[in-house]
């Protein structure tokens, strides 16, 4: 009698448990059923960001994923292999016979975020998919946001280090920043070919007699698709404890190539040379392109 109690028991706890299970999976069908928005940009390598939008329409059951995504709520294509499991979410966006998006992505309640893989961009970069529960009419609960584009910090940055050697004299440092290949343009000297031309001109001319300062609001910063960024501005010259020779100010614009994850200055252009007629002190933000 006991072992036909046990066996019934056993049976009751394994019919329990399967409707757990499955009311888990319903609760899993309603958390991604239904409409999603958000972003997909694309993050080069240069720190660059092209910013899109996603639209997916979803519907689950038993795990498999189907509906329809796009970049806008009137641009859908159906998807395929699309599956639900442990909390993660994957299809794929035929695009033509030999292309496929594919994407992998992490589901927390309402919000889903990972990667795409498939769509034509450089080595180094990748795209990433930021989306949030919509209701029928594509609205989410709070504004679309995008990865930010960190090319104008990077290109200023190598400005400063450029010309912190410059300024100290680190011709080591202003070395690994300078292409072998190097064209610089000077409005008064013209044209020098070569690292070595440029960086003995530096030795014999500006070590501890000039110091290069950016003005302030100057800089802007433009990506060069497949290659890497041209930087504009204007900058100062002064010649400390020399006073008397004056403060000179020119524009400039660099090319830098980004190469295997190492950035080089490759063409620079120094031009429209004067006497500055900005005072030095003063302070205000530089601009973002």
Known sequence: MFVVRWIAWSFCVAVALAGIDQSFGQVLA???????????????????????????????????????????????????????????VTFDIPLGPDKVVKFDLGLDGNHMHGTATGLPVEDGSHIVVDVRRANSEWQGPVPITHVPDHLFDNVAALDEKLFGAYNHCDLATMSSLIADDLEFYHDKTGLSLGKKVFLDAIRDNICGKVQRELIPGSLEVYRLDHYGAVEIGSHRF????????????????????????????????????????????????????
């Open 30 to 88: 309603e958390n991604i059923s239904g409409k999603w928005v958000g972003s997909l940009d694309t993050v080069h390598s240069d720190g660059s960001v092209d910013l899109d939008q996603a639209f997916l329409s979803l519907a689950v059951k038993d795990g498999v994923v189907t509906g329809t995504a796009g970049n806008s709520p009137n641009d859908q294509s159906a998807l395929t292999s699309g599956k639900l499991m442990n909390n993660r």
């Open 238 to 289: 002064v010649h400390p404890g020399h006073a008397e020779i004056g403060v000179g100010e020119a524009k400039f614009i660099t090319v830098w190539r980004l190469k295997d994850g190492s950035w080089q200055m490759t063409r620079a252009i120094s031009y429209d040379h004067e006497a500055s007629k900005v005072d030095a002190s003063a302070k205000t933000p530089a601009s973002r392109h």
